[in-house]
């Protein structure tokens, strides 16, 4: 290959012991330094030596030039071994000449190439590892928290960097932004779902890429270091009926049917974005589809979840609601037709429910903590509630929403008159909403105050 006349008047022939290959030491103009030039095959590699042009410095470059020619003829030579500092592209060229494959070390990754731009040519950690995961909610999941607090913070550090020390002041950084808790530590449960993130990429790259470094959580997770808040067990908030009903007041009227769509059935918000017209079949409820961020998927949390719900006189009344305005093939829409957004109920509607009504907040999970809480109240066959959860085990239910709730036994009477007799039946039968929703179904302005316990609401 024929060579610049610049750098021919700038270079040393260099011959190995055999004097059956020969390279060239390189000085070039632009910055005086001296580069190694040879073949491997037919694999040309010019490399810095990171010496300025010396005499003293053409000796030890020619030395060295000399030693790469003897290993590549003996078949001892090992260019990643070698040349350290080099470019992950000649390393890779390299490892492929000696059939296998290279590993660059953990000083040479970043977090942010191995997550997002890729390392040795392969696409990034979201695109190749993330991006193939089956569940929609996860991915969501990792990229927010990737985006929001992983990559910002250890974007430009190298694997080798990242270690116990450095994840544990990462950890103190955790906190708050921009709401009426800025400044404060992130709850427990919140911590601890950022650093599964970061310990599903650590796993990832330490095992593609046999890396023998320390895993930063032997170190967060030692006795000796108390570094991740404990978990505080929460049992589930559960509404007495007056503070359903007095939530339900202080609601837009056109919302007070999805909310209770969420009560009488136990359902979460993903479930009722996705719920369609043709899942209400023969007089129950198919919970078989969810929609989150207008990504539609029929696969819910676990193989339990996809579960039928009987549709006793209380629920007919609010689908008959929900389905007779709807104007797509889903039974929920907002106000506006557009289709049901389980953010938007959240924000705009249910917090403004809590600001009216001057209710403690709870979030809108709450409803089906409610659901369960109520029927184990009024002694619903627990085999009956299992399956309307959606759970696997009784045994789940009780730990979950068996705590006693401070004065719910004194609702009872409400609760079954508004959930109706016909609740606690095994089987509910009604028609469907296309075929029409029966007769008894309640108005949109039957809402007027209740008088429970003594005390108009």
């Not at 990242?162 to 002041?169: A, F, K, M, T």
């Not at 009344?317 to 959240?346: A, C, P, Q, W």
């Not at 401070?406 to 009477?413: A, K, S, W």
């Not at 296309?434 to 008088?451: D, I, N």
Request: aromatic share 10%; charged share 30%; proline share 4%.
């Amino acid at each position: 290959m024929a060579r610049n006349k610049d750098v021919k008047r700038h270079s040393v022939k260099v011959i190995s012991h055999s004097g059956d290959s020969a390279g060239l030491i390189v000085v070039k103009p632009e910055t005086g330094r001296l580069y190694l030039d040879f073949y491997r095959g037919d694999l040309r590699t010019e490399i810095t030596t990171g010496l300025k042009d010396s005499k003293e410095n053409r000796r030890a470059a020619s030395k060295n030039l000399r030693e790469v020619l003897n290993q590549i003829e003996s078949g001892e030579f090992c260019f990643a071994a070698r040349f350290p500092k080099a470019s992950p592209r000649l390393k890779a060229a390299h490892a492929n000449i000696d059939k296998r494959t290279y590993l660059p070390p953990a000083e040479t990754v970043t977090f942010s190439d191995y997550v997002d731009k890729g390392v040795e040519g392969a696409k990034g950690w979201r695109k190749r590892v993330l991006a193939e995961d089956p569940s929609d909610s996860k991915r969501i999941d990792y990229h927010q928290a990737l985006d929001d607090r992983l990559v910002p913070y250890f974007g430009s550090m190298t694997f080798r960097d990242i270690n116990g020390v450095s994840v544990e002041v990462f950890i103190r950084t955790l906190k708050w932004r921009d709401t009426k808790k800025a400044g404060q530590p992130l709850s427990s449960s919140r911590v601890r779902n950022i650093l599964s993130v970061l310990n599903a990429v650590l796993l990832s790259a330490r095992t593609e890429y046999d890396w023998n470094i320390p895993d930063p959580f032997d170190y967060i997770h030692s006795r000796k270091k108390k570094i991740v808040p404990r978990r505080v067990k929460k049992f589930p908030a559960v509404f007495r009926y007056g503070a359903w009903q007095l939530l339900l007041l202080g609601m837009n009227p056109f919302y007070r049917t999805i909310a209770e769509l969420f009560v009488f059935t136990g359902m979460i918000g993903s479930e009722v974005a996705g719920l369609r017209k043709k899942d209400i079949v023969g007089g129950v409820i198919q919970v078989s589809n969810k929609r989150v961020q207008d990504r539609e998927k029929e696969e819910l949390k676990n193989e339990f979840r996809a579960r039928r719900i009987p549709i006793t006189g209380a629920l007919r009344g609010v689908l008959e609601i929900l389905v007779n305005r709807s104007t797509s093939d889903y039974v929920v829409e907002m106000h506006d037709g557009e289709r049901y957004s389980h953010t938007r109920f959240k924000d705009n509607v249910w917090e403004m429910a809590f600001k009216k009504s001057g209710l403690p907040y709870t979030r809108p999970y709450t409803t089906r903590h409610t659901f369960a809480a109520w029927s184990m109240t009024l002694r619903m066959d627990m085999n009956k509630l299992e399956r309307l959860m959606g759970h696997n085990s009784k045994q789940m239910l009780y730990e979950t929403y068996g705590k006693y709730v401070d004065g719910l036994e004194e609702d009872t009477d409400l609760i079954l008159q508004y959930f109706g007799p016909d609740f606690l039946r095994q089987d509910a039968k009604c028609a469907s909403p296309q075929a029409g929703l029966c007769s008894e179904s309640r108005s949109e302005s039957r809402w007027e105050p209740l008088f429970v316990g003594g005390v108009t609401i």
